[in-house]
């Protein structure tokens, strides 16, 4: 690329080109062009010529190095470049060319520190090639999986060069209204302002902030606000501003530490959220791995004879285990995802089955590699394809690293409803196994960007804030995909995050009962606190008292079970154990265990009355459990003796009266019941089962049996 003459001079110098290093680019550029048609040889002469005669200037020794990294000497090209550094430490051109001797080794993190560094030390008015270095910048970052600070790049890009069409074009197919990324990820976010009652010289040092901003000198900005924070660590806009420049120079891991200041500061629910959805995009970036709920498992493979492997792959797709399955022709490549199926594969015909994502494929040369966001299913599709190709695979090298699609935070939640040809009923599993996966097992999963809290105990303070963020980023990254259907003000409402009803609404609600149609699967624990049992339909009852053990509300569930049990039982539903069984687990783990046999008495008496005593045994299995927590180890034995006698095969019964004895120190007690239940074990062929027993009757005689 020719350069300006009134350009910046790219050695460094401050001067403009015409003035300081045209005159010995004459022979640079003739040197770089003999190369380019083939006279290698006579090329680095004359660039040997010019170093000579120019040693001092960093120029000379740039485009030396330029020139041999070109023609292979990579090694005598980086002592090249280290001689212009020793001249200028802060040589532009000179970052800008390691930066790419870097990123063409592969080492991206290191080739974009050093793109950085490069526009950093560029004059301002050297737009042109500020434009190439930020768009470079963009390619990177996206990479990386960074698109917040791919988004500042590619701004910065397009401001520079504003006549280049195709870069505007790459930023809206990227950022724009229709782009693929999770809001949160393309948002044009905005500094927030200094508070309105700050002093003068706070104002000041915020607009030089700014100015460093608007130049793109985001390292100024980020230093700027850092300062101010340091000054005053309650300004929570200073905080969000910290973070912000952070996010765009790619320091994600130092964008979540402000902007975690930030959401502890801020009074406002929806701004602290929305700033919390945008840290849920930063941790599915490099480097960040450690405080990510997400991550992306790959295994590859070299094949050792493509015979094998590709058999293997036809059936899967006519079975429907291998879906989405195509040629790039462009990249000589075979794509497609294996399902995890619940049932294995089927050998012939059409699978009747849902799956879930197992991995993705794909395949390029003798090279194939399977990724996934689940490890568990990673490993089972791969142990899979193994042993169906014999010794055709040889495994190369398995990755760890951040979750690449966005999408694929939800692959838990996602099933694909093999076989299924009605498009009404294919979208009715898909929902349900979503609503299934997030309101019955998400909200009790332990999460990183919640310090380790569940969603459905993070229902206060700042925990409060966060977990909206946190639903806010899921339901971003599922529009456009297979679970965009679902509804997650559902969620919200689990998680008592939708709006809080008035008190008059809430008095009406309580007094009369809720019509049929009012979903009280998808309440939070809050609304269900609002609902009076008595004023309940029996099935309302009963999914009341399910949602609320699902949502760990023992109280509100022990609420709803009481209210159960204290109605006569319904016609074809009288098997009402599970309520029994709940209130006394609930006594229990208050230390009433004088309630908790009462509740046994009580449910085997209903039980006996209206369910033809069809649960007597799991009525006894309670009664013993209820006289070992009384430490009453006399009485316990006699009833696990009674309900062993009743049913011999019933291993589960044998392991808790062997564990009930072991727990009341009676170890010869202990010895005799697993001892017995070793003998069924193995006369059940059940191995599970049988190291069970020899690890109780081990347990038994160390107590001194």
């Not at 130049?215 to 101010?228: I, N, P, Q, V, W």
């Not at 040889?394 to 093999?418: I, S, Y």
């Not at 459905?456 to 409060?464: C, I, N, S, Y």
């Amino acid at each position: 690329m020719a350069l300006d003459p009134y350009a910046p001079c790219p050695c460094g110098s401050g001067k403009r080109f015409k003035w300081c290093c045209q005159p010995i680019h004459v022979q640079i550029d003739k040197a770089l062009q003999m190369d380019a048609d083939g006279q290698h040889d006579a090329a680095l002469k004359l660039m040997d010529e010019v170093v000579a005669e120019h040693s001092a200037n960093p120029e000379a020794w740039g485009r030396k190095a330029q020139l041999l990294y070109a023609n292979g000497r990579v090694e005598d090209a980086e002592s090249a470049l280290q001689k212009a550094f020793e001249i200028n430490p802060n040589y532009p051109f000179g970052h800008l060319l390691r930066a790419s001797f870097r990123f063409h080794e592969g080492e991206l993190p290191g080739a974009l520190i050093l793109f950085r560094r490069a526009a950093e030390l560029y004059d301002p008015e050297a737009k042109d090639v500020l434009g190439d270095v930020y768009s470079r910048i963009t390619d990177l970052e996206l990479k990386l999986n960074r698109p917040v600070a791919a988004r500042a790049a590619l701004a910065i890009a397009v401001h520079l060069l504003p006549h280049e069409e195709e870069l505007r074009k790459g930023f809206e197919a990227l950022f724009g209204d229709k782009a693929p990324l999770p809001l949160s990820a393309r948002r044009d976010y905005k500094f927030m302002s200094p508070a309105a009652d700050a002093p003068a010289n706070r104002r000041a040092a915020w607009d030089q902030a700014l100015a460093g901003a608007a130049s793109g000198k985001l390292t100024d900005a980020a230093r700027a606000f850092y300062h101010l924070t340091q000054d005053d660590g309650s300004d929570k806009a200073a905080w969000f501003n910290l973070g912000l420049a952070r996010a765009w120079l790619g320091d994600n891991r130092g964008a979540l530490e402000a902007l975690e200041r930030y959401v502890n500061l801020e009074t406002d629910d929806a701004a602290a959220a929305q700033s919390w959805a945008l840290s849920e995009v930063l941790r599915c970036g490099y480097g960040v791995d450690d405080d990510t709920d997400y991550h992306e498992e790959s295994i590859f493979f070299q094949l050792r004879d493509m015979q094998q492997l590709l058999p293997v792959l036809q059936e899967w797709e006519q079975s429907r285990k291998l879906i989405a399955a195509q040629i790039l022709e462009a990249e000589q490549a075979l794509t497609g995802l294996l399902l995890d199926t619940a049932t294995g594969l089927t050998v012939a015909g059409v699978a009747s089955h849902s799956g879930k994502i197992g991995a993705y494929l794909i395949l390029v040369g003798d090279l194939l590699r399977l990724r996934s966001p689940r490890k568990e299913a990673l490993e089972r599709v791969s142990e899979e394809l193994k042993q169906r190709t014999a010794l055709g695979l040889q495994e190369l090298r398995r990755v760890r690293g951040p979750l690449m699609v966005f999408g694929d935070t939800l692959a838990e939640a996602v099933t694909f409803p093999v076989g299924v040809s009605d498009q009404a009923e294919a979208q009715r599993i898909v929902r349900e196994n979503a609503q299934n996966y997030f309101e019955d097992r998400w909200i009790h999963q332990p999460l990183r960007s919640l310090g380790g809290a569940t969603p459905v105990d993070a229902t206060e303070g700042t925990l409060r804030k966060k977990v909206r963020g946190v639903v806010q980023f899921l339901e971003e990254c599922a529009v456009g995909g297979v679970v965009q259907g679902y509804d997650f003000n559902r969620l919200r409402r689990k998680l008592g995050l939708a709006e809080t009803p008035t008190a008059a609404s809430a008095t009406t609600a309580v007094a009369a009962p809720p019509p049929a149609s009012v979903d009280i699967a998808s309440m939070g624990a809050s609304d269900l606190a609002g609902l009076q049992p008595d004023a309940l339909a029996p099935a309302q009852l009963e999914q009341a008292y399910q949602t609320a053990v699902k949502l760990a509300a023992h109280d509100l569930a022990a609420l709803f079970a009481r209210a159960a049990v204290a109605r006569p039982p319904q016609p074809g539903n009288t098997d009402r154990f599970a309520f029994w069984s709940f209130l006394t687990q609930q006594a229990l783990a208050e230390g009433k265990t004088d309630d908790a046999l009462n509740y046994v008495n009580e449910g085997e008496k209903d039980d006996c009355e209206h369910n033809e005593g069809r649960r007597r045994n799991d009525f006894e299995w309670r009664r013993g459990q209820v006289h070992v927590k009384r430490g009453e180890a006399d009485q316990a034995k006699d009833v696990f003796d009674r309900l062993i006698e009743r049913a011999p095969g019933e291993l589960r019964y044998r392991g808790a009266a062997t564990e009930g004895m072991l727990s009341l120190k009676q170890p010869a007690q202990a010895l005799r019941f697993a001892d017995g239940g070793l003998a069924k074990a193995r006369e059940q062929n059940d191995r599970d089962s049988e190291q069970y027993f020899l690890e109780l009757a081990a347990a038994a005689r160390k107590q001194g049996a």
